[in-house]
């Protein structure tokens, strides 16, 4: 059993930040790549940005320079910091983790999402 849990969402008004987390825990070999996700209503999951287990990260293009993906290792947690928060921002976000199990499968992960508001 893997658990992915979100925390961190809220309401803010337009030009805030809010610092999202995602603990994994459960049956966990290694994590892999790990990664944001958000889905605004009535629109499809769009990818927000990913960290690789080395550190390295990529975003979406709406998102560079607003938005601060990074990870414990030693906690399996991963972080997003947004800043300069948009209405648009306006979304549920989803953590996503690629790990080994100790049963010794390979397979992603999702948590079950935070809400995040911003008024303007």
């Known amino acids: 059993q893997v658990q992915l849990v979100e925390s961190g969402g809220g309401l803010v008004q337009a030009g805030g930040s809010l610092r999202l987390s995602c603990v994994a825990s459960g049956s966990i070999f290694r994590l892999n790549a790990m990664g944001w996700y958000r889905q605004a209503p009535g629109n499809q999951r769009e990818w927000v940005a990913t960290?690789?287990?080395?550190?390295?990260?990529t975003y979406a293009d709406s998102m560079k320079g607003r938005f601060t993906i990074s990870r414990d290792s030693a906690k399996n947690t991963v972080y997003l910091q947004m800043n300069s928060l948009k209405p648009e921002d306006t979304a549920v976000y989803y953590c996503y983790a690629n790990m080994w199990t100790t049963g010794g499968v390979m397979r992603g992960y999702w948590g079950q999402g935070t809400q995040v508001n911003v008024s303007s």
């Open positions: 960290i690789t287990s080395g550190g390295t990260t």
